[in-house]
């Protein structure tokens, strides 16, 4: 079971038993959690990547709580009247370099988006990080309406909690993400509704892996005694395992 303790605090605790709920309360999305908006799918590992890259980003520049223009902003001070268009432009780009201070402290989404335009992420794995994140923050409140990025800045808030929860939802996407099905003998609960042979699973319910395909698909005997034939990423790894 994992159990990751945030900032020393038990009050805020992740555990396996959580993540089998976020697991759970995934299946209720309006759309699959791991489908981003270019209609595509993105594997448990990739969303991983994204979140440790986020929580290595934390790390190294730092984290704010909200993001503010307020304490660095300097206004663009007074050009001369006969200054040429050169001048000016130069000016002007050496003010914006200026306030970009590399290094800067970001916020917890302001992580997640700078990784979605890295190499170890996308726009894809950025938005279904926070949708994990957003799960994992809901079962760790007990509150079904919770949100990550709110709760990323309540006053009390830390950067250890920040990181911590990144590598949480790091460890949740390896074990329920797509791509995640171990092979012969694997515990898997269904992601989608499959109906094979007369009879239907629906999304939620558990099997066992018998076979696994070339190609990627499986057949699974569910626990019901019947037999069903889901692809790989129709299913993901079930907190029983």
Not at 23 to 28: D, G, M, R
Not at 29 to 38: D, F, I, K, T, Y
Not at 78 to 88: G, H, I, K, R
Not at 139 to 147: D, H, I
């Amino acid at each position: 079971m994992l159990h990751t303790e945030i900032n020393d605090n038990p009050s805020v605790v992740i555990t396996g038993a959580m993540m089998a709920t976020a697991a759970s309360a995934a299946t209720a999305l309006c759309r699959p959690l791991w489908s981003g908006n270019s209609g595509e799918r993105s594997t448990g590992e990739a969303v991983a990547r994204h979140l440790e890259a986020a929580a290595e980003l934390v790390d190294a520049v730092g984290w704010t709580r909200a993001f503010s223009l307020i304490p660095s902003y300097q206004p663009l001070g007074p050009v001369a009247d006969d200054a040429s268009a050169e001048t000016m432009l130069r000016l002007l780009l050496d003010h914006i370099r200026d306030e970009e201070i590399p290094g800067r402290p970001v916020t917890a989404v302001e992580a997640l988006g700078r990784i979605g335009g890295s190499p170890d992420g996308d726009p894809d794995t950025r938005d279904i990080s926070q949708e994990v994140l957003t799960l994992l923050v809901q079962a760790l409140t007990g509150s079904p309406v919770a949100r990550f990025a709110q709760w990323a800045e309540r006053l009390h808030r830390t950067q250890a909690e920040i990181v911590a929860l990144f590598r949480g939802g790091a460890q949740f996407a390896r074990t329920y993400g797509p791509g995640a099905v171990s092979p012969r003998g694997s515990r898997v609960v269904l992601a989608v509704d499959i109906e094979a042979l007369g009879a239907r699973h629906e999304a939620g319910s558990q099997g066992t892996v018998e076979k696994v395909h070339a190609g990627g698909g499986l057949t699974v005997r569910m626990d019901d005694g019947r037999a069903t034939f889901p692809g790989q990423g129709d299913v993901s790894v079930s907190a029983l395992a």
